[in-house]
C-alpha cells in the first residue's frame, strides 16, 4: 500500500461569506473558508438546512474534481460520489466539506498529464511517481479546521479513504464512525478504482 507523505497545512482558514444555495439534493447553506476574502478559490463547507449541529454530524469530505465533478468524467468515481454524498447529506442532515485540492493535490495540469501516461498503460500511482508528483499531496487538516469552526465536536465519517479517517486523530473532531460510500464501478473506472483498493489502500472491496 502507498503511504501519504506526512505534511502540515500552516494557514489558518476562517469563514468569509455564506449563503442559502437550492441544489437538486435540497436546500444547503454555503460556507466559504479562506485565508482572506480575496482568494478565490476558498474551500467550502455545504450544510444542508436540516443539519443538527448540536448532534453528531454525517460529513463527507471532498477534494475538487473538475473533471468527474464538472463535466461528469468516467475515469473516475468523484462525481458520482460527490452527488451521492449531497444525496445522503439531504436525507439524514449532513455536511459535504469541498476541499480546492484538484488531482489528489496536483492540480488540473499535471493531472491531465497523469491520464496521457494512463492512456500508454501506467496505473493512477505510477503516473504521478514518473512525473515526479505525490502519489497524494491532499491535506485533510483542512477540513478539521473548517468542523472546528463549525463548532462540530462528533461526526459519522462518509469515507472509503483511510488516510482521512487517519487525519482526526489528534484532532478536537471525534469520529463516532465511518460509513462507506460505494459507487458501482464502471469499465471506464475499473482499473482506476482496483489501483485506489490494491494499492492506496481504499475499505472497498470490488
Same mark, same amino acid.
Not at 468524467?73 to 485540492?101: F, H, N, P, T, W
Not at 473506472?189 to 494499492?199: I, S
Given at each position: 500500500m502507498v503511504k501519504k507523505t506526512e505534511r502540515q497545512f500552516s494557514t489558518v482558514i476562517h469563514k468569509q461569506a455564506e449563503a442559502l444555495i437550492p441544489t437538486p439534493w435540497g436546500d444547503f447553506n454555503m460556507i466559504a473558508f479562506a485565508e482572506n476574502e480575496e482568494d478565490w478559490m476558498p474551500h467550502l463547507a455545504l450544510i444542508h438546512k436540516d443539519t443538527?449541529?448540536?448532534?453528531?454530524?454525517?460529513?463527507?469530505?471532498?477534494?475538487?474534481?473538475?473533471?468527474?465533478?464538472?463535466?461528469?468524467?468516467?475515469?473516475?468515481?468523484?462525481?458520482?460520489?460527490?452527488?451521492?454524498?449531497l444525496e445522503m447529506a439531504a436525507e439524514k442532515g449532513g455536511i459535504v466539506l469541498y476541499l480546492r485540492?484538484?488531482?489528489?493535490?496536483?492540480?488540473?495540469?499535471?493531472?491531465?498529464?497523469?491520464?496521457?501516461?494512463?492512456?500508454?498503460?501506467?496505473?493512477?500511482?505510477?503516473?504521478? /511517481? &514518473? $512525473?515526479?508528483?505525490?502519489?497524494?499531496?491532499?491535506?485533510?487538516?483542512?477540513?478539521?479546521?473548517?468542523? @472546528?469552526? *463549525?463548532?462540530?465536536?462528533? /461526526? &459519522? $465519517?462518509?469515507?472509503?479513504?483511510?488516510?482521512?479517517?487517519?487525519?482526526?486523530?489528534?484532532?478536537?473532531? @471525534?469520529? *463516532?464512525s465511518r460509513v462507506p460510500l460505494i459507487i458501482e464501478p464502471q469499465k471506464e473506472n475499473f482499473d482506476y478504482l482496483k489501483t485506489k483498493q490494491d494499492e492506496m489502500g481504499h475499505l472497498f472491496k470490488l
Amino acid at each position: 500500500m502507498v503511504k501519504k507523505t506526512e505534511r502540515q497545512f500552516s494557514t489558518v482558514i476562517h469563514k468569509q461569506a455564506e449563503a442559502l444555495i437550492p441544489t437538486p439534493w435540497g436546500d444547503f447553506n454555503m460556507i466559504a473558508f479562506a485565508e482572506n476574502e480575496e482568494d478565490w478559490m476558498p474551500h467550502l463547507a455545504l450544510i444542508h438546512k436540516d443539519t443538527d449541529i448540536s448532534q453528531p454530524v454525517m460529513v463527507r469530505v471532498h477534494s475538487e474534481c473538475i473533471t468527474g465533478d464538472l463535466f461528469g468524467s468516467k475515469r473516475c468515481d468523484c462525481g458520482e460520489q460527490l452527488a451521492k454524498a449531497l444525496e445522503m447529506a439531504a436525507e439524514k442532515g449532513g455536511i459535504v466539506l469541498y476541499l480546492r485540492q484538484e488531482g489528489r493535490g496536483i492540480g488540473i495540469i499535471n493531472k491531465l498529464k497523469a491520464y496521457k501516461l494512463q492512456d500508454q498503460g501506467m496505473n493512477t500511482v505510477d503516473a504521478n /511517481i &514518473h $512525473l515526479g508528483l505525490e502519489v497524494d499531496a491532499r491535506q485533510y487538516d483542512i477540513a478539521v479546521q473548517m468542523l @472546528e469552526a *463549525l463548532d462540530i465536536r462528533q /461526526i &459519522h $465519517l462518509l469515507t472509503n479513504n483511510p488516510d482521512k479517517i487517519e487525519a482526526f486523530d489528534h484532532a478536537k473532531v @471525534e469520529v *463516532l464512525s465511518r460509513v462507506p460510500l460505494i459507487i458501482e464501478p464502471q469499465k471506464e473506472n475499473f482499473d482506476y478504482l482496483k489501483t485506489k483498493q490494491d494499492e492506496m489502500g481504499h475499505l472497498f472491496k470490488l
